[in-house]
């Protein structure tokens, strides 16, 4: 609207500019040719004496009807540009969804509307790379995954056989077999969800459930249930969380948040180290939750793309603690549903996430 706006008045702006000049020129024209005929002495025979007598003595009508012939001319004068600016447009609004790379022109008057567009064409060029980007990456996921499959079924398979077809097997073996399967199927598990969560990613519109939680006591409760699987990396965890944090979010999503967040962070700790939870109100009426862990240092080039669809920190896809690279983009996606923003920092062997959320009750 504001847009729109500044350009009906620069175009105003120039039809009076036009006409002030216009009306400049014509008194200027009038009092020179007056001037010069008052020098004159003038006799009724003469040739223009008649006309010039006439002007004379209709002098705002004659300046009126050049006024009139002017305000014409530079309205038709508008509107052909007017016209032609719309067509020019017409053609550059083909031109936004399409790749070329050579900038929108449009005539000079439109300046203001050529650098909107062009603003908007370079917008839809990243968005079509980057969904483009995401769709290959998505496609390669699900090719690698599928190749994923096969290894936890194998072993799956192969245990179970062994177990069935060999009855005299020793119980203490049997029981090792039985162990391995069982991981290898909880594994193949948590493979088939995730490929439940690509088909769903996308597709399906998150739509928030709000209701008042103490989020202090579910950030305990979620590490309390995480304490198993940080004990297999030796993990010890250190919780500063500040007490009576009342806050209106959808639980059921909230709680992904910190799933998907302590999946991450267990993935990507070296063992034997520490990590620290912290939750805490701040002065500007926001929660701030921060985790901090030890492990490879995050290039910058790849914490610009850690919370992008499908995008995976090690490259190498362990099989064991591999996923689909949705977890931080759900994450992401959720905090920003509640108001909120997430963050990540790496330097010195540490991984840092800072969440942000307004504090609503």
């Known amino acids: 609207m504001k847009a729109k706006t500044n350009l009906y008045h620069r175009w105003l702006l120039k039809y009076f500019f036009q006409m002030a000049i216009s009306l400049g020129i014509i008194v200027i024209v009038y009092l020179i040719g007056y001037i010069v005929c008052k020098r004159r002495i003038w006799y009724p025979d003469d040739a223009w004496y008649c006309d010039l007598n006439w002007i004379d003595d209709h002098t705002f009508v004659v300046i009126f009807f050049l006024m009139l012939v002017c305000s014409v001319f530079f309205a038709v004068r508008m509107l052909k540009k007017i016209a032609f600016g719309v067509s020019e447009i017409g053609d550059a609004i083909v031109e936004i969804d399409s790749e070329k790379k050579d900038p929108i022109v449009l005539p000079t008057e439109l300046a203001h509307i050529e650098q909107l567009m062009n603003q908007v064409r370079i917008q839809n060029a990243a968005n079509i ?18 190749h994923d499959l096969k290894t936890p079924l194998t072993s799956v398979i192969g245990y179970l056989t062994l177990v069935s077809e060999e009855p005299d097997i020793p119980e203490n073996a049997r029981g090792k077999y039985i162990g391995i399967a069982l991981k290898k199927a909880q594994r193949l598990e948590e493979l088939i969800n995730e490929f439940f969560d690509i088909t769903r990613f996308n597709f399906t519109q998150m739509i928030l459930e709000k209701s008042s939680v103490n989020l202090s006591v579910m950030l305990k409760q ?78 910058k080039e790849m914490i610009a793309h850690i919370f992008d669809q499908f995008f995976r920190m090690d490259s190498s896809r362990n099989s064991d603690t591999g996923g689909s690279g949705l977890g931080l983009a759900v994450t992401k996606e959720i905090i920003s549903l509640h108001g909120g923003t997430i963050r990540c920092e790496s330097e010195n062997e540490q991984i840092s996430f800072r969440i942000t959320l307004p504090l609503n009750l």
């Open 129 to 146: 790379q980057s969904a483009r980007e995401a769709n290959q990456r998505k496609n390669d996921m699900i090719m690698y995954m599928a």
């Open 222 to 299: 979620m590490v309390t249930e995480f304490e198993p699987i940080f004990r297999e990396k030796n993990l010890n965890t250190t919780l500063e969380i500040e007490d009576g944090i009342e806050y209106l979010c959808d639980v059921d999503k909230m709680e992904r948040v910190f799933d998907n967040l302590f999946k991450n962070i267990v993935n990507y700790s070296y063992p034997d180290t520490a990590i620290v939870i912290c939750l805490h109100r701040c002065e500007t009426d926001r929660i701030e939750l921060i985790t901090t862990n030890h492990g490879k240092t995050i290039p």
